[in-house]
């Protein structure tokens, strides 16, 4: 990895009042990198991903994404974030405007596109994400995974050289999820550099590059899929992961696991 | 009047006495229907049908009012309702954004201009815009003359109350609209203009609609300014006329000409509400 790296994260720490949910977060992910983050819930993993665009604000350290600080007080946020495409669990389409129109209208407002360009960039993105016909329905009409690749291509559509995953596919029924991670397997094959929280293990192993095991606001372990999902070394990525890959199982320990996470 | 056998646990609950439940219902509803009736048979025979028709019903008065009632008295009332709407609008969504805003002192004064100006009987603010203001900046003309200052009263007066609703209309979009906006490069305002203001008028527009009718009332208080002839709107021309004619029947069609624009409102209110309820399932 002698890439320069697309984002990188030194020293995070990030406080809601008195609960700390970062505790130090150095991370760095190169050009062209998938990396999947993982890690039980209350982890700060969504916090995490959520201070790398700065939509929560770093009680400390610092965040570069393409060699801009985007904790740097000074730094042009809205400027900075138009390189970087957010995905949302709950969608967040506008649900005022037709599909067409939640790709152009941030084309038009922030990159002040013309009608035409924005109009051809949102049409071949609905048509990257398989969903040309949608185009003119309104997202209300639209099943939950449509809705998320709607999403995914209105943040294509701004021409971002990051991705950010928030959850994906959490809010989706079983039967959808397919369809939302097949668009972002293509886009990591494009080349794009994508940032996902995710709990799906098949297309972690499969897609990601790397992968990071969060827990407690500290990167508990960090390396290829094989390793981390395939081969912890940590006692704690082995729990989550047994218990994620077979929740049945994991009942019996509940209690005994959150007794050791408050001791620590 | 209950058995003392008619008890919880009995094995056989024997019939209670007198009337069943149902029974009893059907008798307290017979009874409140009869005093109903009743009362307004009172009302009818007591009344004093022909003098009430001489002084709110005739016909020969009501068609002399036609067509000022309609072309001078209501279209002035519209006029004066809609210019303080646009006034009260614009004025109550900064005040909003005002109360919204992250500065301090913004929220301070947005909350004092709210708490002052619910707070005070539109007669009054009336009354101020008429006396105090030219009082305070003499020589200054309120731009548009009588147009202009209810456009300002009214405008002050439905201002809090709109500003009110603009709020809990920008507070109810959801917090994840702001954050994709704000995830696409949109600024902080151009967010709230473009994606957050639209969807929050879909949501307050019944209660504006219900504001733009409380206006349409409350536009009959040009009264205390002193309009001219051709600046009277319904409440004042009917006043007007009636105590012209020395009859009470322009007073009626007055409260007609009300009617005709108010129910109408009232009845697209509940369509809109029902249609909102609608768009929630």
Redesign the interface.
């Known amino acids: 990895m002698s890439r320069t790296p697309e984002i990188r994260i030194r020293d995070l720490h990030k406080s809601f009042g008195d609960n700390e949910v970062l505790r130090g977060i150095d991370l760095e992910i190169g050009q062209g990198d998938v990396v999947c983050v993982i890690g039980p819930s209350g982890s700060g993993k969504s916090t995490l991903l959520r201070c790398v665009?700065l939509?929560e604000e770093p009680t400390k350290g610092q965040v570069f994404v393409g060699g801009t600080e985007l904790t740097d007080p000074d730094v042009d946020i809205?400027?900075a974030?138009?390189r970087?495409?957010?995905v949302?669990q709950?969608f967040?389409?506008?649900?005022?405007l037709t599909v067409t129109e939640n790709l152009t209208?941030?084309q038009r407002?922030?990159?002040k596109r013309d009608k035409a360009q924005a109009a051809r960039t949102a049409a071949e993105n609905l048509r990257r994400v398989g969903l040309a016909e949608k185009a003119d329905a309104y997202p209300?009409s639209l099943s939950g995974g449509q809705q998320q690749r709607v999403?995914i291509a209105?943040?294509l559509a701004?021409g971002p050289e990051v991705m950010l995953f928030d959850e994906p596919t959490s809010a989706l029924d079983p039967e959808l999820v397919g369809d939302v991670l097949a668009v972002m397997r293509m886009l990591a094959e494009e080349g794009m550099t994508m940032m996902v929280v995710t709990h799906e293990m098949t297309f972690a192993r499969e897609v990601a590059d790397r992968v990071v095991f969060m827990d407690g606001g500290v990167v508990v372990e960090d390396g290829t899929p094989g390793q981390v999902i395939g081969n912890p070394r940590h006692q704690r990525t082995r729990h989550f992961l047994s218990r994620l890959l077979d929740p049945a199982m994991a009942e019996v320990e509940e209690e005994i696991s959150d007794r050791a996470g408050k001791s620590e | 009047m209950s058995h003392p056998t008619d008890t919880a646990g009995s094995a056989v609950a024997p019939r209670r006495k007198g009337l069943t439940r149902r029974g009893r219902r059907r008798l307290s509803r017979g009874a409140q229907y009869t005093v109903f009736v009743a009362a307004v048979i009172a009302l009818a025979v007591s009344a004093d049908w022909g003098r009430l028709r001489n002084q709110f019903a005739q016909t020969a008065i009501a068609r002399q009012m036609f067509p000022d009632v309609i072309v001078l008295a209501l279209k002035n009332t519209v006029l004066y309702t809609l210019s303080g709407f646009v006034v009260g609008l614009v004025l109550g969504m900064v005040i909003a954004l005002m109360r919204l805003s992250s500065v301090g002192p913004y929220r301070w004064v947005a909350g004092v201009y709210i708490e002052i100006f619910r707070g005070l009987p539109a007669l009054l603010i009336f009354i101020f815009v008429g006396v105090a203001v030219p009082l305070a900046f003499p020589g200054m003309e309120i731009v548009g003359g009588t147009y202009g200052k209810v456009a300002l009263a009214l405008g002050l007066v439905s201002a809090a109350y709109m500003a009110e609703t603009i709020r809990a209309g920008i507070q109810a979009v959801p917090r994840g609209q702001m954050e994709a906006a704000r995830s696409l490069g949109f600024s902080p305002t151009r967010a709230m203009v473009s994606i957050i203001i639209p969807q929050a008028f879909r949501i307050i527009l019944p209660p504006l609609t219900n504001e733009l009718v409380l206006l349409f009332k409350d536009s009959s208080m040009v009264l205390f300014l002193g309009v001219t002839l051709e600046e009277r709107e319904l409440s004042k021309f009917g006043r007007d006329l009636a105590s012209q004619t020395a009859n009470s029947t322009p007073i009626l069609v007055a409260g007609l000409c009300y009617l005709l624009v108010t129910i109408p409102l009232g009845f697209l209110v509940r369509r809109m509400e029902a249609k909102a309820q609608e768009a929630v399932k």
């Not at chain 1, 967040?92 to 005022?96: A, E, S, V, Y």
């Open positions: 665009n939509l809205d400027a974030r138009r970087i495409g957010m949302f709950q967040n389409l506008f649900p005022h209208l941030p407002r922030v990159l209300s999403a209105r943040a701004m």
